[in-house]
């Protein structure tokens, strides 16, 4: 064999064996609850507590937006084989002069450095009437504090979950008033001193949708997921109204934000997640779809897992969870202490979707 030919030869068993050691096993595929006190739910959120317990949260109710709308929990007992039924841990009930009900919605579960899990989310009668809060559990999510609203005009992580840097938690979070724009908000662990970056700046692109009269044709995002790159800056990807995710990146854990660009990452205007991987590697999970010129919000299928190389610029291996027409929408995905890969996500507003992977070795 020829010096040329045997460099090539061990070229492809190279990307070969990347792409074999990136593919995934599914080792559980099932639904949270067959029945539950409420007919519609929406937005997941995943966490796994200190014991092993893997914690589901999700907002429940009539249908978006109703006031009977309230943040449910969903357990599953390390090395079961079943999941608790659904119980209620937060509503949003307004306590004032006269008692008044709001709907919640998109729920964020964290395990803080000291095993304590916080809920963030919002209440609000819509998106831009949201109001942030939180609520904490010291026993693994068996019980719940009372729920405490956050400082006036911070929302907490809106959709997605923090990551925590050098004592800091970053949450990606965003406005829907007006304009769509995101920005940052940071809880100092040391201090418990929240801030806040302002709205960040975004480069002009020509958007999928028809812009308002007398609007630029700026960038539209929300609901960053965050991400840390090999060289250790943060790169934070974001749902648009543009086609595809857009990107934004920190050399300085999170305080400052560069422009945000679009990427080559379809989207269709609809929610994403994603963690870097215990290898360095990260993993995307978001419906593989483009929005088309004109369109408010493209398909919700196939809905798809891809993981991408240490420095987020190739995809190694990709593969659809979903594929049939309906809606399998805002995903939530954590990595375990073991190296299990835990994804929540949206089937049909009806019921919430689990499935669990491995990477293969």
């Not at 519609?40 to 006031?67: P, Q, R, W």
């Not at 937060?90 to 803080?112: F, H, Q, R, S």
Request: proline content about 3%.
């Amino acid at each position: 064999m020829k010096i040329k030919q045997i460099f090539s030869f061990i070229v492809v068993l190279i990307l070969l064996g990347n792409n074999l050691f990136a593919q995934i096993e599914i080792m559980t595929n099932e639904f949270l609850y067959d029945t539950a006190s409420f007919p519609s739910c929406h937005a997941s959120t995943l966490t796994e507590a200190e014991n092993g317990d893997i914690l589901v949260a999700y907002f429940g109710g009539s249908y978006e937006g109703c006031k009977d709308v309230n943040i449910y929990l969903s357990r599953k007992k390390h090395n079961s084989t079943f999941w608790e039924n659904p119980i209620e841990i937060a509503n949003g009930e307004i306590e004032g002069t006269i008692k008044e009900k709001k709907a919640c919605y998109n729920p964020v579960l964290i395990k803080m450095p000291d095993n304590q899990i916080v809920l963030f989310f919002k209440v609000g009668n819509c998106v831009q009437d949201w109001k942030g809060y939180y609520s904490v559990s010291d026993d693994n999510g068996l019980s719940w504090s009372k729920k405490q609203p956050l400082l006036e005009n911070f929302l907490g992580p809106v959709k997605n979950k923090p990551i925590i840097r050098n004592n800091t938690m970053i949450c990606g979070s965003s406005t829907e008033k007006d304009w769509w724009k995101i920005y940052f908000e940071l809880l100092d662990l040391n201090t418990n001193q929240w801030s806040k970056t302002d709205n960040i700046k975004t480069e002009k692109a020509v958007s999928t949708m028809e812009m308002p009269k007398g609007k630029k044709k700026d960038i539209l995002c929300i609901q960053p997921t965050i991400f840390t790159l090999e060289n250790g800056d943060l790169l934070a990807l974001n749902r648009t109204k543009n086609g595809f995710l857009a990107k934004t990146t920190s050399k300085d854990n999170g305080k400052t934000w560069s422009k945000v660009t679009l990427s080559n990452i379809p989207n269709n205007n609809s929610g994403i997640d994603g963690i870097t991987l215990q290898d360095g590697r990260h993993l995307l999970v978001y419906n593989d779809v483009q929005t088309k010129n004109g369109e408010e919000m493209g398909a919700r299928t196939p809905l798809t897992i891809a993981i991408f190389d240490k420095d987020f610029k190739e995809i190694i291996y990709k593969t659809n969870i979903e594929t049939e027409q309906g809606e399998f929408s805002y995903p939530s995905v954590i990595q375990d202490k073991n190296g299990k890969i835990h994804i929540a996500y949206t089937w049909n507003r009806k019921k919430i979707k689990y499935i669990c992977i491995k990477l293969s070795e």
